[in-house]
Structures are given as C-alpha cells and as structure tokens.
Nanobody
Framework: QVQLVESGGGLVQPGDSLRISCTASGFTFSSLTMGWFRQAPGKEREYVAIIGASGATMYSIDVVKDRFTISRDNTKRMMYLQMNSLETEDTAVYYC?????????????????WGQGIQVTVSS
C-alpha cells in the first residue's frame, strides 16, 4: 500500500524552528520526486519545497525566503523540512507529496501521492 505519513508538527512561537518529517512506504522511494506543500485556512494549497530523486532542490522563494531546507534520506525512506525563523504566516497544514520521475515541479496537480497532512501553528 502506497503511503506517506507526516510527523513533527505542532505549536511553536514566532522565530522558533521546527523540523517536520515524511515517512514513505509501498513504493520505490529513491526514484520519486518528493515535495512539501502547505494549505492555510481559506487559501489554496501551495508548494513550499521540492526535492528530486537526484537530490536537486527547488524552493518557493515567496514562501521560504531562505528559511527552510528540504532534504531526504533514501535509506530511511524519509523526507524532511527544516523550518527556521517561523512566522505566523507559516501557519498551515503541511503536506508531503510524491510523483514518479525525475522532473521537479512546483505544480500541485503534478503530484499523485499525498500524505494526510500535519498542522503547524505559529503563534505567540
């Protein structure tokens, strides 16, 4: 069964750091392009960061502003998003997603496999 499960979310204060994780099962993780997306209340889902099968990365500059780092560990079948200097605007449900192939896309519609999402709340 193909599955992505996010973990590590929670409530943090502005300026804090948080690392969220995604654990994959049921498919060949190392051959997939993986990504983090997020959706805030009343807003469309948007891409945050993508990491290709080769390790190439792509970030949404408007969202990340050099604060986030995406990484993957193929041996553990896991992907991570290190988030620093968190802002209240980062409050959202964060989703892990995957797509076959090596092309790196930020388009939500290009991703076939999704996790259930995890809440990240930044509030004082």
């Amino acid at each position: 069964q193909v599955q992505l499960v996010e973990s590590g979310g929670g409530l943090v204060q502005p300026g804090d750091s948080l690392r969220i994780s995604c654990t994959a099962s049921g498919f060949t993780f190392s051959s997939l392009t993986m990504g983090w997306f997020r959706q805030a209340p009343g807003k469309e889902r948007e891409y945050v960061a993508i990491i290709g099968a080769s390790g190439a990365t792509m970030y949404s500059i408007d969202v990340v502003k050099d604060r986030f780092t995406i990484s993957r560990d193929n041996t553990k079948r896991m992907m991570y998003l290190q988030m620093n200097s968190l802002e209240t605007e980062d409050t959202a449900v964060y989703y892990c997603a995957a797509r076959p192939g090596r092309n790196v896309y930020g388009d939500v519609s290009k991703y076939d496999i999704w996790g259930q999402g995890i809440q990240v709340t930044v509030s004082s």
